[in-house]
């Protein structure tokens, strides 16, 4: 056995191998289980260094009788990195394991004791899963990963009863501001659900409907009460359940960071100061709650004061919340819920929250809003995805201007998958706009060519696609309040050409099952150029996609063998000694499904 010792000084020998670019971490998004059977490891090199790389595992109580090698295959590139990956089965649920990696006549042996250039006497050293235990592993709703979701405002989506409308509701269309009212409720979500079902919606997102003093409902009074101007109870519990009938989802916002100023509970605190029994449920800094400076003497979502945050490390507070998410989701039988904030409350109160929802319905979808790096939520004891802004900011760049090539946004994909394990980039739920955004055709400067080429990546991409209510029509709109405006229902006022195209795309990533669960890689992605190829892949089936996002037309060639035809027209895509050329105008895409 090489010691420590040994390790160190074999790693300081002359090598071509850049060993400090070697990184793995066990028990993580390295190194992890994906289901009962099967285990996923991962490890890191500098880019274009090392030629192959291969993992090492066997059972450390009989290494002899139960060892294999798995060769690894490159599964991403970025910037400064090569990253690979492989499956491995282990014989009896446990193993250890250890890499090595080969340029030229080259070889480096890595272990959880150090870096060789002799092979190590295994499994001394090396690193260790005990044991592959099913209730410990990341499994998100198997439903999620087929889903083809739909952000819906209630109030700027359709207004279904004007009995309820509040006062002063301005004309449908108007333009939106911060305190305006259109109308919008429920009744009118459930008059165009046939709408959704053709389109080929699966599932509904809804910003908050509970009792609020704001048009965006973010600012709760009464969680256990369904907004009046929106309707009640049973009207919420028709809607889910006619959504229901139509193969459709529905999943609510949870707003639990915060509650509104209004409430109960927060206007008590204003009453009785330090010697409200709520007091305890804020996080008050000084009595007696006040503005200064225009800042509220309390902690709030950002600094609105109309918005104080609940301390969720209070355990009447806690119960409070969690009660509320139990309460809705056995009494409407709902999908899941959106986490608002998600990211401001405590850990524990989201490892609490899932239990007991997913004791309730194993089946419920949990979706945090984290806007950065968001692993340490997505280890399968908080949520099950989280809104994936990052792949949006980096899609729309890449398309919105020539600065960015193909190989720079290649390299930013595959980074981002990499922060988590498959399972979890399989129901990330990417979205390419949303009430808190400008509209994705203005951030895309009115292009509808561009708008098109981010909805077929989103719809062919691994995750779990969320269209924002009227981007398939083309409404348009600036940031907050602008992006928040009223549905355009009068047909000659859509833009028809671009609602055939988000409906063709649906229609494919329902029908090939490889768009919503196969493996995904590049295929071309070179320097200097915008134009890119990319594959989804199974063990039976395998589909490319080639991308213009360029101004000038351009023919891609990529080597591919078997029959191949258009999914999109049908049309047959012939091979000439086994390579395929494509001729794509400015700004548009193919998809290739293999026969």
Same mark, same amino acid.
Do not use: C
């Given at each position: 056995m090489i010691s420590n010792e040994q390790a160190i000084s074999s790693a300081n020998l002359t090598t071509n191998i850049h060993?400090? #670019?070697?990184?793995?971490?066990?028990? #993580?998004?390295?190194?992890?289980?994906?289901?009962?059977?099967?285990?996923?490891?991962?490890?890191?090199?500098? =880019? $274009?260094? +090392?030629?192959?790389?291969?993992?090492?595992?066997? *059972?450390?109580? *009989?290494?002899?009788?139960y060892n294999h090698e798995y060769e690894m295959r490159k599964i991403g590139t970025d910037r400064l990195f090569d990253y690979w990956q492989t499956t491995v089965k282990p014989d009896h649920r446990r193993f250890s394991y250890a890499f090595r990696f080969h340029t030229g006549e080259e070889t480096v042996w890595m272990t959880e004791n150090g870096i060789f250039t002799d092979e190590p006497e295994a499994p001394n050293g090396?690193?260790?899963?005990?044991?592959?235990?099913? !209730?410990? %592993?990341?499994? /998100?709703?198997?439903?999620? &990963?087929?889903? +083809?979701?739909?952000? %819906?405002?209630?109030? @700027?989506?359709?207004?279904?009863?004007?009995?309820?409308?509040? *006062?002063? +509701?301005?004309?449908?269309?108007?333009?939106?501001t911060r305190e305006n009212f259109f109308g919008g409720d429920l009744q009118g979500i459930i008059d165009h659900l046939d709408y959704l079902e053709d389109l080929g919606i699966t599932a509904i997102y809804l910003t908050p409907i509970f009792e609020a003093a704001t048009n965006h409902k973010y600012d709760t009074t009464d969680y256990m009460k369904v907004d009046p101007h929106f309707g009640d109870t049973e009207l919420l519990k028709k809607l889910v359940d006619?959504?229901?009938? =139509?193969? !459709? @989802?529905? +999943?609510?916002?949870?707003?639990?960071?915060?509650?509104? #100023?209004?409430?109960? $509970?927060?206007?008590?605190?204003?009453?009785?100061?330090?010697?409200?029994?709520?007091?305890?449920w804020f996080h008050i800094n000084e009595f007696p709650v006040q503005l200064k400076e225009d800042k509220p003497n309390y902690d709030a979502f950002g600094f609105f004061a109309e918005m104080p945050k609940l301390n969720t490390a209070n355990p009447e507070t806690r119960e409070y919340l969690l009660n509320i998410a139990e309460y809705w989701l056995k009494e409407l039988g709902m999908d899941g819920w959106r986490l608002d904030v998600a990211n401001e409350i405590d850990h524990r109160f989201w490892k609490e929250f899932r239990a007991r929802i997913k004791a309730i319905n194993p089946d419920a979808y949990i979706i945090g809003e984290n806007w950065n790096d968001s692993l340490r939520w997505l280890h399968g004891d908080q949520f099950d995805s989280v809104?994936?802004?990052?792949? #949006?900011? @980096?899609? %729309?760049?890449?398309? &919105?201007?020539?600065d960015m090539d193909a190989q720079t946004f290649s390299e930013y994909i595959s980074s981002l998958l990499m922060r988590y394990p498959q399972q979890a980039n399989e129901v990330l739920f990417n979205l390419l706009a949303s009430h808190d955004t400008a509209r994705l055709l203005t951030q895309l400067g009115g292009d509808k060519r561009k708008l098109k080429l981010a909805v077929a990546f989103l719809l062919t991409f691994t995750g779990t696609p969320c269209i924002y209510y009227g981007d398939e029509i083309g409404l348009e709109g600036e940031n907050d309040p602008d992006c928040r405006k009223c549905m355009i229902w009068e047909e000659e006022r859509q833009d028809r050409d671009l609602h055939q195209t988000y409906k063709q795309l649906i229609r494919l990533r329902k029908e090939y099952p490889v768009l919503r669960t196969g493996e995904f890689g590049f295929l071309q992605n070179n320097s200097q150029e915008r134009p890119l190829i990319y594959e989804r892949y199974d063990a039976e089936n395998h589909c490319t996609v080639w991308m213009n996002p360029s101004g000038e037309p351009t023919t891609l060639a990529q080597k591919l063998e078997g029959s191949w035809k258009d999914?999109?027209?049908?049309?047959? /895509? =012939?091979? *000439?000694?086994?390579? %395929?050329?494509?001729?794509?105008?400015?700004?548009?895409? @193919?998809?290739l499904i293999k026969e």
């Open positions: 060993l400090e #670019s070697l990184h793995h971490v066990p028990h #993580s998004n390295w190194a992890y289980p994906y289901d009962k059977d099967t285990f996923h490891l991962r490890v890191r090199t500098k =880019k $274009q260094n +090392v030629e192959r790389v291969y993992a090492l595992t066997g *059972d450390k109580y *009989d290494w002899e009788t090396f690193y260790d899963w005990p044991y592959i235990h099913e !209730i410990d %592993i990341f499994q /998100a709703p198997e439903w999620a &990963k087929s889903a +083809v979701f739909y952000q %819906i405002m209630p109030e @700027r989506f359709a207004n279904g009863d004007t009995s309820n409308d509040p *006062d002063d +509701v301005a004309p449908w269309g108007d333009k939106p006619e959504a229901h009938s =139509k193969g !459709i @989802r529905i +999943v609510l916002d949870a707003v639990f960071n915060h509650i509104g #100023s209004n409430s109960p $509970q927060f206007k008590d605190v204003i009453e009785k100061g330090e010697h409200s029994k709520y007091a305890d809104m994936n802004y990052p792949l #949006s900011e @980096r899609l %729309i760049e890449f398309m &919105k201007s020539d999914a999109l027209t049908g049309e047959s /895509a =012939k091979a *000439d000694n086994g390579e %395929i050329r494509l001729e794509l105008k400015p700004f548009s895409f @193919r998809i």
